[in-house]
Nanobody, 128 residues
């Protein structure tokens, strides 16, 4: 059974940093592209980042480019999201997503319909 668990969310002041982690079990981690999505109250879920199974250069939403960095440690079955220069508009529930086996990040990586597995989310709140 696949389990996806996020951690690292919290309350931070604008300009601050947080590091999210996501561990996935019950699957061969290094065969799956992984992603981060977020959903703010009253808004649709949106893609934040996608990173291929082998790593490489991640894809990012324009709103987070230059501030967020996604990475993964395949030996530890863990995905990370380093978030710097946080803004109040980054406030959202952040979800870890597992794409389908052998899928790669592509132009449609941010579609909510693409991931196969989801975590329960971790809340990030940025105060002004």
């Amino acid at each position: 059974q696949v389990q996806v668990v996020e951690s690292g969310g919290g309350l931070v002041q604008a300009g601050g940093s947080l590091r999210l982690s996501c561990t996935a079990s019950g699957l061969t981690f290094d065969t799956y592209a992984m992603g981060w999505f977020r959903q703010a109250p009253g808004k649709e879920r949106e893609g934040v980042s996608c990173i291929n199974s082998y790593g490489g250069s991640p894809y990012y939403a324009d709103s987070v480019k230059g501030r967020f960095t996604a990475s993964r440690d395949n030996a530890a079955n863990t995905l990370y999201l380093q978030m710097n220069s946080l803004k109040p508009e980054d406030t959202a529930m952040y979800y870890c997503a597992v794409y389908r086996a052998y899928d790669r990040c592509s132009g449609s990586w941010a579609r909510v319909s693409n991931p196969r597995y989801w975590g329960q989310g971790t809340q990030v709140t940025v105060s002004s």
